[in-house]
Nanobody, 122 residues
């Protein structure tokens, strides 16, 4: 089992920045690729970003490239999502997830956190 706890969400004005963190515990963190997803009210959960086991490869949703950056610190068992130039449409609950086999679909991930709310005011 892997337990994931997100933090760092909150209310921010459009154009601002937030840094989300996801702390992992349980099994060896570096055995898992990590992903961030988000879910806005009334919408399906969507892929945001993914990072490989050692952090050497990253992948982003096309619409978010250049604004969001995923990173990880395996010594701290933590994955981060730096979000810049935030827009009202970025408002959502953000979830981190862990997988042994990297993918872009929610079904590719084995473990999920409970999420952290990000609200961007215009």
């Amino acid at each position: 089992q892997v337990q994931l706890v997100e933090s760092g969400g909150g209310l921010v004005q459009a154009g601002g920045s937030l840094r989300l963190s996801c702390a992992a515990s349980g099994r060896t963190f570096s055995d898992y690729a990590m992903g961030w997803f988000r879910q806005a009210p009334g919408k399906e959960r969507e892929f945001v970003a993914q990072i490989s086991w050692r952090g050497t490869r990253t992948y982003y949703a096309d619409s978010l490239k250049g604004r969001f950056t995923i990173s990880r610190d395996n010594a701290k068992n933590t994955v981060y999502l730096q979000m810049n130039s935030l827009k009202s449409e970025d408002t959502a609950v953000y979830y981190c997830a862990a997988t042994r086999v990297p993918g872009l679909r929610t079904t590719d991930y084995d473990y999920w956190g409970k999420g952290t709310q990000v609200t961007v005011s215009s």
